[in-house]
């Protein structure tokens, strides 16, 4: 019996690891209409499922695999798929995205979610060909690399087609921030690849032959290609897929918005040296992207010089050139992309690692930290040789490394010694590369985030380079132009919003953000009605802006009361002193902190949130038709009065 929807697979598989049992169900129509796909279905299987009780390593937490409904249909940029789980990072709802051509596969296979509970009794992979699924055995792809149990895998299966989602060492290991790799791309946020190992599941293996039908297929292929024109004819876009996201390097660097030496300023006087024009001269072999994607972003590099000569991998991201290399005062491009790929081999997510690590040298600038801590290694600014011994430490808990392997956080409740004042978290997660300071709506993007001190929930970038085009493309001139100045803290409160629910679309849709979609695009924009439009022509799905609007609002909502059911408040809604107290000390943004309590309260107005506790009112919850949340929240004592 085919689903309502087209686009859709239809299925969702269970994998019960405990009991080594796998079964389908139907995808429920009302789950698809209400939550759409993606980090939605996430969202609502782990507020069903997942309670405060269960702790993120147990057998009962659920590790949950997403795709959205334009997945695999060939829409540009619609290759991700997203992961989640309650984190073992953070304690709290967490997520992660990943593009490439897993996503796609699945959908060609026939489904739209796996969900894992329960814990093997031994490795295992889930082995996904079209309608048939297996556990298989994974003892002897245990303890390899990601690269080496995707290459085995594929052997043993007899099909270099298939495609591979699989944790690493640091994952086997419980490293906190252990990722998912795929094709060297990463789901990496959140640890979930520490909850794959927890699991004893190594990876998740599959290969489709189905086809993704589409509603509208002639309507859908015309709107497509007019996007397409929009994305051609944008300097933003065409720099973005010359380049990729290290092109950001030197903007962000030029707003002293880039973190360097633990977010000590946002300005790195040896920006070019590891920025996008460099890689792509010296280092760049060729273009390629996920599966219909035309942004071409991942663009394989070579090292040419020694020590690292000969190590290929991917360019790294503007992300991973921060977290392995300003942040930590590094300015060798060569070892970036060695620890970048060693990051990747093992398992780890950079901007953790790079964040921990830079906690680590901070407090080894003020004497928290020896020699007699770290195994003999020196943690100077710079010293790119000390991080590449650190991370193979890290991935297998190898003595300092063993620390580091919790994440600054709890590394910092471990030793104590005033090393918590260079903890640079948000609800216990590494933030990302933007100080605050520099941008303000990126300062409360952090502090209000539903995984914890990250850009990707409310991406807010119309303010970025402070141009005022793509906001009046938007909006019209009714927030301007404080809302185009990036160093105002006006307005940035109704953007944050605005980019929390445009952004739970795209990741509930298997969009890619960077590549169009949240972009400040001068040609045009993509916004709630498009998306309407291009949903309705790919699935039949009868919504329009105002719908899809709402959809956003209810996924960050119910994202927001799963971390209260654990737990949070809003005194958890804040960002570290340095961002609220010490202000930025050079570039254009010297003299400036992040004004956190004027935007968070005009932020919990427009969410129509309570303004002492940050829990959500029940009226609130009710328009969302979230009332099961609401019943439950007020049973805990969580609902504002």
């Not at 996503?103 to 996904?128: C, N, R, T």
């Not at 699989?166 to 520490?194: D, F, H, M, W």
């Not at 663009?299 to 942040?327: C, D, F, H, W």
């Not at 409360?444 to 085009?469: I, M, S, T």
């Amino acid at each position: 019996m085919s689903f309502k929807y087209k686009a859709y697979g239809g299925k969702i598989i269970r994998v019960d690891l405990t009991n080594k049992v796998v079964t389908k169900q139907p995808l429920d129509a009302g789950l698809a209409e209400s939550f759409l796909g993606g980090a939605g279905f996430v969202t609502k299987i782990l507020w069903d499922e997942v309670g405060p009780a269960i702790d993120p390593l147990s057998p009962e937490n659920r590790l949950i695999f997403a795709v959205g409904p334009l997945c695999g249909t060939g829409w540009p940029v619609s290759c991700r798929f997203e992961v989640g789980a309650k984190s073992p990072l953070t304690g709290i709802y967490g997520d992660s995205s990943c593009c490439g051509h897993w996503g796609p596969e699945l959908k060609f296979a026939g489904y739209d979610a796996i969900v894992f509970q329960g814990k093997a009794s031994s490795p295992v992979y889930l082995w996904i060909d079209d309608d048939n699924v297996k556990i298989m055995d994974a003892e002897d792809i245990w303890n390899k690399t990601t690269g080496e149990a995707e290459e085995i895998i594929r052997k043993d299966l007899g099909d270099y087609r298939i495609q591979v989602a699989c944790c690493g060492p640091a994952g086997e290991n419980l490293v906190k921030y252990a990722s998912i790799i795929s094709q060297r791309r990463a789901a990496a946020r959140c640890g979930l690849g520490t909850v794959m190992g927890s699991k004893n599941l190594k990876a998740v293996a599959v290969r489709g032959t189905k086809d993704v039908k589409t509603e509208n297929p002639v309507e859908f292929y015309e709107f497509m290609k007019s996007i397409i024109e929009v994305y051609k004819n944008d300097f933003y876009i065409l720099d973005r897929i010359k380049f990729g996201t290290p092109i950001l390097v030197e903007l962000m660097n030029e707003i002293a918005r880039w973190p360097v030496r633990n977010f000590q300023t946002g300005v790195f006087p040896f920006a070019k040296e590891i920025g996008g024009e460099r890689i792509r001269k010296e280092y760049r072999i060729k273009d390629r992207g996920g599966f219909g994607c035309w942004a071409t972003c991942e663009k394989p590099v070579r090292v040419k010089n020694p020590p690292y000569a000969g190590i290929y991998g991917k360019q790294p991201e503007y992300e991973t050139l921060s977290a392995l290399g300003a942040r930590l005062g590094i300015k060798n491009l060569d070892a970036i992309i060695y620890a970048n790929e060693l990051c990747d081999e093992l398992g780890l997510d950079t901007i953790s690692t790079g964040g921990t690590i830079s906690w680590a040298m901070e407090c080894y600038e003020n004497g928290i930290l020896t020699k007699e801590d770290t195994d003999g290694i020196e943690l100077n600014w710079g010293n790119y040789e000390a991080v590449i011994k650190l991370i193979p430490k890290i991935a297998h808990r190898e003595g300092f490394g063993a620390l580091l392997a919790e994440g600054s956080y709890r590394a910092a409740q471990k030793i104590g010694r005033g090393s918590e004042k260079y903890l640079m978290t948000v609800k216990k997660l590494e933030i990302a590369a933007q100080d605050g300071r520099a941008q303000k709506s990126m300062g409360l993007a952090h502090a209000v985030a539903n995984r914890g001190g990250d850009h990707l929930k409310a991406f807010p970038l119309l303010d970025e380079l402070g141009r005022e085009e793509p906001i009046k493309a938007r909006f019209g001139e009714k927030y301007l132009p404080e809302m185009a100045r990036p160093l105002s803290p006006k307005y940035k409160a109704y953007e944050v919003k605005d980019g929390e629910e445009l952004c739970a679309l795209c990741d509930s849709l298997s969009l890619c953000k960077s590549s169009g979609t949240c972009l400040p695009l001068y040609t045009g924009q993509i916004y709630f009605e498009d998306m309407a439009k291009i949903l309705r022509l790919a699935t039949g799905m009868k919504v329009n802006g105002g719908d899809l609007r709402r959809i956003g609002e209810r996924i960050v909502n119910l994202q927001r009361a799963f971390n209260i059911r654990e737990g949070l408040s809003k005194e958890d809604d804040t960002l570290p002193e340095r961002f609220t107290k010490t202000p930025a000390p050079e570039g254009v943004s010297k003299g400036h902190v992040v004004e956190l309590d004027k935007m968070l309260d005009e932020y919990y107005n427009l969410r129509g949130w309570d303004p002492k506790t940050g829990f959500i009112p029940r009226k609130k919850l009710e328009e969302l038709a979230l009332d099961y949340v609401a019943e439950e929240l007020e049973k805990l004592g969580k609902i504002p009065f």
